[in-house]
């Protein structure tokens, strides 16, 4: 990014009442606004259409996001590829040997109770971990949609990480390193990823910059609220515009970027397949990793790799204990 545009005030044709407008619309970061329509923005930010395509190019030449990379940019990046252990061997193996991927989606996807949740509470422990104990020494951004983040759950994981680990870690370090914020519908959730890019920006040069993006659950919102056929349509439109926005986010800041999903298994969607992901294609085609997670024994979860442009399918067997996820 050009060294002297950093905030939205910057751009050239910006003064503080058009900041001011485009930030209440939710345009709130110079990518924001590089990736957005001069219709778009001309409507929601109350500025004429010239000017804003104007400050759209001036965002663009800006913020790089613009169009075509060749293929040995794309190899300089994916060499960047960073990876968070899932804090068991096998998992992790299933997943390419040393877990989650930088610069990709990742989406579990099972029925309630199957792990989901404890996974990104897990991954939100791991991937603030020296690169030595399979982590990134990055910090995490949680978009809770089920308000299900336990504070005291990712306290125990601490504790068992330290077993594991062999150090001995502080469970408040930690958590000051998990910034969560609460969706209340599918609006506000799609707002939270936007806002997400300009939290990160401003712990790039914290020493922990985020490395870890998690929607719990992506797509809840979007079944509760888009219901009946004529609505499909346009909840799809909004998942992956979403989808994509969680993407850029990824590949902008070099982190993981982790979702879950649940399975058709209301009663009313009878006809449903009980172990297919919410969200269809759009969601399917977008994330990189997909893994359907079933109930085993007792503890025990199976996991499966369902989708992934260079992996193997295969499946891989671990637990859900007091102290996190283990063999
Ligand atoms: P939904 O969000 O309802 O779709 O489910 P989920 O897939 O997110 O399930 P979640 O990750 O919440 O898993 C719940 C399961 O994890 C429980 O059935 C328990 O088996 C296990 N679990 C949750 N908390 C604890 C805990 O503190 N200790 C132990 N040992 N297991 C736990
Ligand atoms: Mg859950």
């Given amino acids: 990014m050009d060294d002297k545009i950093t905030m939205i005030e910057d751009l050239p044709g910006v003064g503080p009442a058009t900041a001011e407008k485009l930030r209440d619309a939710g345009f709130t970061t110079i990518e924001a606004i590089a990736v957005a329509s001069p219709a778009d923005l001309a409507l929601n930010a109350d500025v004429g259409e010239s000017t804003a395509s ?16 060749t293929g040995d940019m794309v190899l300089e990046r994916r060499k960047l590829v960073g990876k968070i252990t899932t804090g068991c061997e096998a998992f992790d193996e299933l997943l390419g040997k040393k877990g989650v991927e930088t610069q990709a989606i990742t989406e579990f996807y099972g029925e309630f109770g199957c792990g989901k949740t404890q996974i990104v509470h897990q991954l939100a422990v791991n991937v603030q971990l020296g690169a030595e104990h399979g982590g990134l ?12 983040f336990r504070p005291e759950r990712i306290a125990q994981m601490v504790a068992g990480t330290s077993k594991r680990t062999g150090e001995e870690y502080d469970p408040e370090e930690f958590l000051k390193n998990i910034h969560v914020a609460r969706a209340y519908n599918s609006n506000h959730q799609i707002l939270l990823a936007e806002s997400a890019s300009q939290l990160a920006q401003e712990l790039k040069e914290s020493g922990k910059p985020v490395r870890l993006l998690i929607v719990d659950s992506l797509t809840a919102h979007f079944r509760a609220e888009y219901v009946g056929r004529g609505t499909l349509a346009d909840r799809q439109q909004k998942l992956n515009k979403h989808m994509h926005e969680l993407l850029r986010f ?38 990189t990793f997909r893994l359907y997670l079933r109930k085993s024994k007792g503890e025990k979860r199976i996991a499966r790799l369902v989708d992934s442009p260079c992996l193997p399918e295969g499946e891989a067997v671990f637990s859900v204990t007091m102290e996190g996820l283990a063999e």
């Avoid at 995490?140 to 308000?147: A, P, Q």
């Avoid at 990824?250 to 006809?271: C, E, R, W, Y």
């Fill in 54 to 69: 104007k400050i759209i190019i001036a965002a663009r030449s800006a913020a790089d996001v613009g169009g075509f990379e």
């Fill in 137 to 148: 020494d990055g910090s995490v951004i949680m978009i809770d949609t089920e308000n299900t």
């Fill in 250 to 287: 990824g590949d902008l800041h070099n982190a993981a970027i982790v979702v879950t999903n649940q399975v058709m298994s209301k009663p009313d969607a009878f006809f449903g397949d009980p172990t297919k992901p919410i969200g269809g294609h759009i969601v399917g085609h977008t994330a």
